[in-house]
C-alpha cells in the first residue's frame, strides 16, 4: 500500500504561482511514477502530469503544458507540482497519485486531495 498526502493548496489570485507538495509512504517510492489530477466542480478529473520514477520523462497535459512542472526527491518521498500564472479556472481540487508505469490509466494510489482556488 501507498499512502499519499497533498499539501500546499489555498486561495490565490490570478497570475500568482502555487507549489503543492504530495508526500508518500508505504512501499518503495523509488520505484513509483507519480503524477497530478484535478478535478473541477462539476467536471471529471483530469490529469496534469506525470512524472516516471526515475524523474525523466515527464508528460504533461497539452493544455497545461508550460505552466506546470512537476518534481520529484526521491530521497524525501515527494513530489510537487509548481503551478505559475495561475487562472480562474484552475480551480479545483488537485489528487497526487502513484502507480507503476508512465501512463495515466496506471495510477492506482490517491491521495484525498487538496483545494485550490484562485480569484479573479
Known amino acids: 500500500q501507498v499512502q499519499l498526502v497533498e499539501s500546499g493548496g489555498g486561495l490565490v489570485q490570478a497570475g500568482d504561482s502555487l507549489t503543492l507538495s504530495c508526500a508518500a509512504s508505504?512501499?518503495?517510492?523509488?520505484?513509483?511514477?507519480m503524477a497530478w489530477f484535478r478535478q473541477a466542480p462539476g467536471k471529471e478529473r483530469e490529469p496534469i502530469a506525470l512524472i516516471t520514477w526515475t524523474g525523466s520523462p515527464t508528460y504533461y497535459s497539452d493544455s497545461l503544458k508550460g505552466r506546470f512542472i512537476i518534481s520529484r526527491d526521491n530521497a524525501k518521498n515527494t513530489v510537487w507540482l509548481q503551478m505559475n500564472s495561475l487562472k480562474p479556472e484552475d480551480t479545483a481540487v488537485y489528487y497526487c497519485?502513484?502507480?507503476?508505469?508512465?501512463?495515466?490509466?496506471?495510477?492506482?494510489?490517491w491521495g484525498k486531495g487538496t483545494l485550490v482556488t484562485v480569484s479573479s
Open positions: 508505504g512501499r518503495t517510492f523509488s520505484y513509483l511514477a
Open positions: 497519485a502513484a502507480g507503476y508505469g508512465s501512463k495515466w490509466s496506471n495510477m492506482e494510489y
